[in-house]
T-cell receptor, first 114, second 107 residues
């Protein structure tokens, strides 16, 4: 593909429901990152995947958040029992191994929790 | 704790005027520093990195370790520079993005 893609582009859900966000990285990019951007705030690092290594989950805000990645392809970010404070734009980025300085970002998923 | 501060949420300058977007960081160790930019309706993208000492689209940024700053500068702003700019220190696997500065260049 031409770039990182994310789906859905917008998601509205009710408080307490689970949501799943998807990221398709650029082919050949072994590193994948998830970020969260709340309104008026900077990007918060959530999780980092590198190949088959154990992911760096140090940015996940609570145990309601989890992410999976199959090999070096698609990743899904799951938020269980959503809360209103989870409302944000969730951005995914990918890069070649060792090139975290050159991340390519997806368009983001705007999550609204009512 | 690692922290990056961009004190100006909004910045407006006239076309042709100099522009400086401020970034201060609080960091242990020696981070690499980057500026990312997001133009209207486009994705976030890398603008420049301090390690390469490059000038991109007329922008430069100097790392001042004494002041722990990495301000982004351009001598003559252009309308197409209007965008959201993020300062981002990087260490290990993580980037720490600032809250961003929205730059508007007035024709």
């Amino acid at each position: 593909g031409a770039g990182v893609s994310q789906s859905p582009s917008n998601k509205v859900t009710e408080k307490g429901k689970d949501v799943e966000l998807r990221c398709d990285p650029i082919s050949g990019h072994t590193a994948l990152y998830w970020y969260r951007q709340r309104l008026g705030q900077g990007l918060e690092f959530l999780i980092y995947f590198q190949g088959n290594s154990a992911p760096d989950k140090s940015g996940l805000p609570s145990d309601r958040f989890s992410a999976e990645r199959t090999g070096e392809s698609v990743s899904t970010l799951t938020i269980q029992r959503t809360q209103q404070e989870d409302s944000a734009v969730y951005l995914c980025a990918s890069s070649f191994f060792g090139r975290a300085d050159t991340q390519y970002f997806g368009p983001g998923t705007r999550l609204t929790v009512l | 704790a690692q922290r990056v501060t961009q004190p100006e949420k909004l910045l407006s300058v006239f076309k042709g005027a100099p522009v400086e977007l401020k970034c201060n960081y609080s960091y242990s160790g020696s981070p690499e520093l980057f500026w990312y930019v997001q133009y209207s309706r486009q994705r976030l993208q890398l603008l420049l990195r301090h390690i390469s000492r490059e000038s991109i689209k007329g922008f430069t940024a100097d790392l001042n370790k004494g002041e722990t700053s990495f301000h982004l500068k351009k001598p003559f702003a252009q309308e197409e520079d209007s965008a959201m700019y993020y300062c981002a220190p990087h260490t290990g696997n993580q980037f720490y993005f600032g809250t961003g500065t929205s730059l508007t260049v007035i024709p």
